[in-house]
């Protein structure tokens, strides 16, 4: 931003390196700092949890804070409970998704691409709009205090989602699709049997993204789930602040536990959540 | 797509429909039905028994009483109303310009022939897929005034030890600061609207004379504007409905500086059993979410340029 006079493109390209880390460590520190005091406070004794100033690295490391953070709440019994909503959410999104994006690309029928603009205008309303209304509707149908109100809409599709798979959709030549029928298969063969079977790499990027939303849904659980027994890791991680005085390495013990699966499973998929993400802003 | 519609003459698609066309009609409704029957039983019922709730008193228990346009009145009223809406604009003015600046120099950045790019993208990207119930806590134990690592370096450096989260002077600055935690995946998109301006363009402003700053203000950022109004549109979004954070970290305190709108909402409908209440803000926030969209779209249909991406 400095300089216009040029020197030579090595020393250039160096100098534009340079400022490029200016930017890029101060804000990777940033933004792994708190990875790091989670760990280290997750690690710390309660003594030494009080000192202050606090210590930048954990005098001994407390592995058993691990333990007495997983005893402190019903952890296994709140872990099994997000599992099994996670685990619906993922289905429901596979089986709605690839469905509705499929009759939004590959079938031709009139008032389609208007009733599209639908789907993309519902991504703006913001969702606690609906929440007071959904929950009598919940509450009328006996659903409150139950997974349903959490799992049963991701089966009837996202808007984001659909929008995502029609855009790897519509990148399948349609010539696939016409020698099909001309063997006489029917859509919904032709979308079963060749079409969606090519697109498993988007359902992929669905089922991940569906599954990080309800691993981290917490507004969802808050309003719909009332027995503890019912209730998800996000609510439990609420009972460590619930005590007189917060047990930071407890909670960021429990933290670390909750955080790590999503780690593992960015770290494994990266380049699906990277595709998925940047397939929606660039037309 | 485009080979069945030539097939039909353009006199007969008026508004009669061929009998392949009410076929190929079955087919596509029957394939989309998912999501049209989600459609008017999870959205726009809700929304239509919403605003029938909002002329009601009704505590959720009963029948719904009817009482006119009682709760817009009390609403008008209602100072912590105002309150929750004014923290929630600020929070979303602040958020929003902050979080653009954040984003687009760190994709600037990343754009660089920088070797180790993978690494930053992860390390970007990461926070804002981390489930923010849990970073909340995370900036609590990061910002706690005795014992985070953040005070202890600015009383390092001599400065106060602040209460981030107790002072309500910062409260709100601290969410903020939060936000831009989750801002890496706006760099990402920044990053691949970068990578789609041609080079040549470039190349071109440099023969011309034009220095870096130069070249940005008049090839980037106009090349930039329609990801920037996506940006904007998804950040005035989840502005508006901050209501995790505060509720974790601050429960709308402290002297109500983090009491957003939602927030408010969520106590008046799951706290206070005021379910008509609750429908009449969420109505109020449904509106406003719409004006501010119109006005953002007015706004950018004089300065988007979709020309060139």
Do not use: C
């Not at chain 1, 209304?133 to 009837?156: H, R």
């Not at chain 2, 106590?267 to 449904?286: C, I």
């Amino acid at each position: 931003m400095t300089s216009p006079k040029r020197t030579g493109t090595l020393s250039r390209q160096g100098r534009q390196r340079t400022m490029a880390r200016l930017v890029l460590i101060p804000m990777a520190i940033f933004y792994t700092l708190p990875y790091y005091w989670m760990i280290a406070t997750a690690l710390k004794s309660n003594q030494e949890l009080a000192q202050s100033p606090p210590t930048l690295i954990p005098h001994s490391w407390q592995w058993s804070n691990f333990q007495d953070a997983v005893n402190y709440i019903p952890f296994s019994q709140y872990l099994l409970n997000t599992l099994i909503i996670t685990g619906l959410t993922i289905l429901g999104a596979v089986i709605s998704n690839p469905l509705v994006a499929y009759g939004f690309s590959r079938v031709q029928w009139p008032g389609r691409d208007a009733l599209f603009y639908v789907v993309l205008a519902t991504v703006f309303i913001p969702f606690p709009v609906l929440i007071v209304a959904l929950f009598d509707i919940f509450a009328k149908l006996g659903w409150v205090n139950t997974f349903l109100p959490l799992v049963v809409p991701a089966f009837f599709g996202n808007a984001f989602w659909i929008f995502l798979m029609r855009q790897f959709l519509m990148q399948i030549p349609q010539e696939i699709s016409d020698a099909a029928k001309m063997d006489g298969a029917n859509e919904l063969q032709v979308a079963y049997q060749i079409i969606l079977p090519l697109a498993r790499p988007a359902i992929a990027v669905v089922a991940i993204f569906a599954a990080i939303s309800a691993w981290n849904d917490f507004l969802g659980p808050l309003i719909y789930l009332q027995d503890e027994s019912k209730y998800t890791l996000s609510i439990g991680l609420t009972f460590f602040r619930s005590t007189h005085d917060v047990q930071f390495n407890l909670l960021m013990a429990a933290s670390t536990l909750v955080v790590l699966p999503v780690i593992v499973i960015f770290l494994a998929f990266q380049r699906s959540f990277i595709d998925g993400l940047t397939v929606g802003s660039i037309k | 797509m485009r080979m069945q519609t030539m097939t039909v003459p353009a006199t007969r698609r008026r508004w009669t429909l061929t009998r392949g066309e009410v076929r190929q009609l079955l087919i596509g409704l029957m394939f989309i039905s998912p999501w049209l029957v989600g459609f008017f039983v999870f959205l726009a019922y809700p929304i239509y028994y919403s605003f029938r709730l909002s002329f009601t008193r009704y505590t959720g228990f009963g029948i719904p009483q009817y009482i006119g346009l009682d709760n817009f009145r009390d609403m008008w009223h209602d100072s912590l109303f105002w309150t929750s809406l004014i923290n929630t604009l600020y929070y979303t003015g602040l958020a929003i310009p902050i979080g653009m600046i954040v984003a687009m120099s760190l994709a600037i950045a990343m754009n660089q022939n920088v070797p180790e790019i993978p690494f930053y993208r992860a390390a970007f990207y990461l926070p804002s897929l981390l489930p923010l119930f849990a970073v909340s806590f995370i900036f609590v134990a990061l910002l706690d005034p005795r014992r985070g690592i953040v005070s202890r370096v600015i009383t390092w450096f001599g400065g106060p030890t602040i209460d981030w989260f107790g002072d309500p002077a910062t409260a709100k600055l601290a969410l903020v600061i939060l936000a831009q935690f989750g801002a890496g995946q706006m760099a990402l998109i920044y990053l691949a609207g970068l990578k789609a301006i041609p080079l040549t363009l470039y190349d071109a402003a440099a023969i011309d004379g034009a220095g870096t700053w130069r070249k940005f203000i008049n090839i980037t950022l106009p090349l930039m504007t329609p990801v920037i109004l996506y940006n904007v549109i998804l950040g005035i979004s989840a502005g508006l409905q901050v209501f995790t954070q505060a509720y974790i970290i601050t429960n709308g305190g402290p002297a109500n500086s983090t009491t957003f709108y939602v927030f408010y909402l969520y106590n008046n409908a799951f706290r206070y059993s005021q379910f008509g209440y609750a429908s009449a803000m969420a109505w109020v926030l449904f509106l406003i979410t719409f004006v501010l969209a119109i006005l953002i779209f007015r706004l950018a249909s004089r300065r988007v340029h979709y020309d060139l991406t």
